[in-house]
């Protein structure tokens, strides 16, 4: 006489770390290595790229210890970032995401990390003594890290912030209003691109950037790490 096999539930949890602690080192280490650099540091702080090449070449003379300082701190924000990327998409496909935006999320990660470290170092070798008293030098190496920095930063933000807030919407996996959220950033982050050829959009790297920290964090607090799977008794 045949029997029917009784299915139950049992719960497994990802085999990863967890995601709010490398949000979290992010967002500590990018904003620490800013706080030398900005005017909580001291004066003169980190021209804008509307400032002269006078500026611009004053701040490398005057501050080449908070330049550094500041480098050492981005580069190493790059490898929280990194670890945030590849544990969030894992997370994602383990919960079922199997989906095109995972990878898209995982090419966004990569390329701010790789920015990030660019640009730290372009900031590193700009500080070095005889670099900023060479104005062409300086000027061409602060455009160069600004480009790495800048848009270098927020475009790809907004790919890793989109690959997975859409994918998390679709399948409820965060809070509506957390995945709205990152798809209002990931379209501020795709356009900051214009800023390439238009200047006026500027605006749009800080408000990708620093809105972005926030939601990297409520992300790694909220985007589960368990999943129910059905077995056979």
């Known amino acids: 006489m045949e029997t029917q096999s009784e299915i139950s539930t049992k719960t497994i949890r990802h085999p990863g770390p967890p995601l709010w602690l490398p949000a979290i080192m992010f967002a500590i280490t990018f904003n620490t290595g800013l706080f030398f650099v900005t005017s909580f540091g001291g004066a003169p702080y980190f021209p804008g790229p509307w400032e002269t090449t006078a500026v611009i ?80 030098l300086i000027n061409a190496l ?40 990152g798809i209002i950033l990931a379209v501020f982050g795709v356009f900051s691109w214009f800023d390439l050829v238009f200047p006026q959009a500027l605006f749009l790297i800080p408000l990708t950037r620093f809105p972005g920290f926030i939601w990297f964090i409520c992300v790694g607090f909220m985007l589960p790490n368990r999943r129910r799977d059905a077995v056979a008794d």
Not at 103 to 123: R, V
């Open 142 to 181: 602060y455009f160069l890290q600004f480009g790495f920095g800048g848009v270098g930063f927020s475009v790809p933000m907004g790919l890793l912030i989109a690959g997975v807030s859409i994918p998390s919407l679709l399948m409820k996996l965060l809070p509506k209003w957390l995945c709205i959220f």
């Open 57 to 136: 070449q004053k701040f490398f003379l005057l501050r080449a210890d908070a330049v550094v300082l500041c480098a050492f701190f981005q580069f190493g924000s790059a490898i929280p970032l990194g670890l945030f990327t590849v544990c969030a998409v894992s997370q994602l496909r383990f919960l079922g995401a199997k989906v095109a935006g995972t990878y898209i999320a995982l090419l966004g990660g990569i390329l701010i990390s790789m920015n990030i470290i660019a640009s730290a170092m372009i900031m590193w070798a700009a500080a070095h003594p005889g670099i900023a008293q060479d104005a062409p």
